[in-house]
Structure formats: C-alpha cells, structure tokens
C-alpha cells in the first residue's frame, strides 16, 4: 500500500493542491504524527489559502515517502470522496 500511497499523493498533486477543502484537521494529524513539527505547524497555519497551506505541504515534509503514506491515510479520514474521486480516474 506504501507505493500505491506514494504514487497517489503523486500523481494528483495539482488536484489535491487545488481541491482539498478541510486543511485544518489535516495539518494537526500530521503534526500528531510528527511529520511535521510545531514550527512547521504554525508556519503553514499563517497562510492564507489552502492551496497555499497544500503547496508548502509538497515541498516541504511531503517529499519524504514514508510522510506521503501518513498523508494519504489522514486524506482518507479526512477527504475521503475526494480520494475516491481521483482514484476512480487511476
């Protein structure tokens, strides 16, 4: 699943970045999950848009593999019809 996750988080970068709506519970369960730390938190947090909050995501905590799982399964929770949506047109 490690490689599906990865691959996923991947290849719907620019949908994920423009589409997840709900960033708030995402950002803390990643924080609960040490994949990003209180800085990091608190940085994303200030700015202004999700997209903006997403694409600090990606080019930061979210080019390690191993977060990319972690982020996938909290996607799941958290924006579940959306992953079902994108993985419907894999």
Do not use: W
């Amino acid at each position: 699943m490690a490689g599906r996750s990865k691959d996923f988080v991947d290849k719907h970068r620019v949908q994920l970045t423009n589409r997840v709506s709900n960033i708030a519970p995402i950002l803390d369960e990643l924080l609960d999950n040490e994949v990003i730390d209180q800085e990091t938190y608190t940085r994303i947090r200030a700015l202004s848009t999700t997209q903006e909050k997403m694409r600090e995501l990606y080019i930061g905590p979210l080019q390690a593999a191993a977060c990319k799982k972690i982020f996938y399964d909290i996607l799941l929770k958290n924006e579940k019809f959306l992953v079902k949506e994108l993985s419907e047109k894999d």
